[in-house]
């Protein structure tokens, strides 16, 4: 790299020399030992594995015996998979409706609790987060039995005000999904109310009362003000529920197996079917490389929003 | 929301108390959707599959409340076990995060050393590396090439590298040591390990028990790894028993059981997160976020 003539004489920006610059690295081995077991333990769980697994999905291997190169087939196979398109599609549509009527629920919950006026707000804000410490497992358990065609409070509360009951999990694919989306918002929607809480405490007393004193009215602050502030907590949990969306395999694998008709079926579930019910390591790998593909491409396209909506 | 108040702000009108009853009551009803299913869990747990697959629900057991869903759960399934396992990886798991994230967040705040920066940045990047590509070879690595199936170290030895706990904690003690007391240990002959162990740690429990909450709730309630290398009754947790109750669709569900087995393995996570309530909620409203 050479650098253009400037006027700051050559001694100045000579580069220390390598025997100068390891002696000072040296020196600093135990800074370098407080966050080696960090580099190491990455290196060891998640390097080595990544490029396993591009090894693995460019071969043909069950596990046992010879691995045979078979180039880009099991990528090709993996777009041949009818379960393959239907799983992203039900990823995608409970991306579509989980992400924008959370962060609704979210925004609005966070804003009547951030009224310092309002009795029991602590009581309320416990109350929301509490699902978030209890297992997704427990919590599909839960569902279960709630929507239970025969046994579930749903149903009954529906006969009770004269609806049809739904036959939700067991053969009502839409019935499935909703039962999925509520239990998601059910497990997650008070972390984000704290997330948009304190949001909203960061906001300084003096911009809403100068706000006011303009005669600004209690709409105008809440999208003038309020909410272009909460922009970038939307913008982190959209990252977040991306990545959660694509890892979904809990809820559907406890609650109906990605059934009705494959109507819960997620990319994850997909993936661990493949991969570890039928060993299926070849076609698995591409597969986990093009979800991978898929969730840096949305995130990439997330952050290219969000620079022109800051823009 | 109401901005046309121009009387005194303290008195409490019966208009002001009218107007806020729609929120209250939206505030109420959620409220209760909320808990309404760990009621049904806590309060089924001590019903009979009678009460349970009768032909309406009951919101309480019929004949009182009835322990033999605990008993059997002890006596038959031998569920003592799996509850013990699950809260051993958890602590042990959330040990090894937050000594490991307090040593790295110490050295990424507070050392200066070459390449801190480009090394603090290379971290964070790998918090990007998805799941979904790994999770066929790091089921193999730990299986085949380690033969840690069926132990704990698959989820104790990769928690010496959590991206988020060493951000977290650099973040901490950034805010929380002032370098005054860090100069004047040194000067007082500390070592920079027994700075850390005699001026970083006593100051900074706060954003550890933040962490450490974090980490036990999520490693208690941990399903796929468990699902993958587990798999010896002596070694299975709580969550893989639960998840076996469920049945397949031939054999009937027993939700007694399940919702004892559930209640018992919520209950420690429900006092760790009373415990430690305030300084979780305000951790996470004031710090999870850097832009």
């Known amino acids: 790299m050479e650098k253009p003539l400037s006027a700051v004489p050559q001694t100045e920006v000579r580069k220390p020399s390598l025997g100068s610059r390891l002696k000072l690295i040296a020196k600093h081995w135990m800074d370098y030992l407080f966050i080696a077991p960090f580099f190491v333990t990455f290196a060891i769980f998640g390097l080595y594995p990544l490029l396993w697994a591009m090894q693995l999905s460019l071969s043909r291997w069950r596990g046992f015996g010879p691995m045979t190169y078979v180039g880009l087939e099991n990528y090709r196979a993996i777009f041949r998979d009818p379960y393959v398109v239907q799983a992203l599609v039900n990823t995608v549509q409970f991306t579509v409706i989980l992400l924008p009527t959370g962060i609704f629920i979210s925004v609005l919950f966070a804003v009547i609790l951030n009224d310092r006026r309002l009795a029991g707000r602590g009581i309320f804000r416990t109350i929301y987060f509490l699902p978030y410490i209890t297992s997704s497992v427990i919590v599909a358990i839960v569902f279960t039995q709630l929507f239970d065609d025969t046994l579930g409070w749903v149903n009954y509360g529906l006969q009770a005000l004269n609806l049809p009951t739904v036959r939700w999990l067991r053969s009502s694919p839409w019935g499935a999904k909703t039962v999925v989306v509520l239990l998601t918002h059910w497990g997650g929607i008070g972390y984000n109310v704290l997330l948009f809480l304190g949001g909203l405490q960061s906001i300084e007393p003096e911009v809403y009362e100068a706000a006011k004193i303009d005669g600004a009215s209690g709409q105008q602050i809440f999208w003038r003000i309020t909410l272009p502030m909460l922009r970038p907590i939307v913008f982190f949990l959209m990252i977040i529920a991306t990545i959660g969306l694509m890892n979904m395999f809990n809820q559907p694998y406890m609650l109906t197996r990605g059934g009705p008709q494959g109507a819960t079926e997620t990319l994850m579930l997909r993936l661990y079917n493949m991969g570890i019910g039928q060993s299926r390591f070849g076609d698995a790998s591409a597969f986990g490389f093009l979800v991978s593909f898929l969730v840096v491409g949305i995130m990439i396209l997330q952050m290219r929003f969000r620079k022109s909506a800051t823009d | ?291």
Not at chain 2, 23 to 42: D, G, K, N, Q, R
Not at chain 2, 124 to 146: C, F, G
Not at chain 2, 165 to 189: C, H, K, T
């Open chain 2, 1 to 291: 929301m109401k901005t046309t108040r121009r009387t005194r702000p303290l008195r409490i009108t019966l208009s002001k108390v009218l107007s806020r009853l729609p929120t209250y009551a939206l505030l109420v009803l959620f409220a209760l959707i909320f808990i309404f299913p760990f009621y049904t869990m806590f309060v089924g747990s001590f019903m009979l599959d009678s009460d349970l697959f009768s032909r309406s629900p009951n919101l309480w057991p019929s004949g009182g409340f009835d322990f033999s869903s605990y008993r059997e759960l002890f006596a038959t399934v031998g569920y003592a076990r799996p509850l013990f396992n699950t809260f051993y990886v958890a602590i042990v798991q959330t040990i090894g995060v937050l000594f490991f994230s307090a040593l790295a967040g110490y050295a990424f705040a507070k050392r200066r050393f070459p390449g801190r920066e480009k090394l603090f940045a290379a971290m964070l990047l790998t918090m990007l590396l998805p799941a979904q590509a790994t999770l066929i070879p790091w089921y193999l690595l730990m299986v085949k090439h380690l033969g840690w199936g069926d132990t704990y170290w698959p989820f104790w030895v990769p928690a010496w590298a959590s991206a988020f706990g060493i951000f977290w904690m650099r973040q901490y003690i950034n805010s929380a040591v002032p370098d005054e007391l860090l100069d004047s240990a040194a000067i007082d002959g500390c070592t920079p390990f027994s700075a850390f162990t005699r001026v970083v740690l006593p100051v900074v429990s706060p954003g550890l028990s933040v962490l450490g909450v974090l980490t036990f709730v999520a490693a208690s309630n941990q399903f796929l790894g468990p699902l993958l290398i587990l798999n010896s009754p002596s070694k299975i947790t709580a969550p893989l028993v639960l998840a076996n109750f469920m049945g397949t669709t031939i054999i009937a569900p027993r939700y007694s059981m399940m919702f004892a087995g559930s209640t018992l393995a919520t209950l420690p996570l429900v006092v760790v997160f009373f415990l430690f309530q305030r300084q979780l909620i305000e951790g996470i409203m004031s710090g999870a976020i850097k832009g």
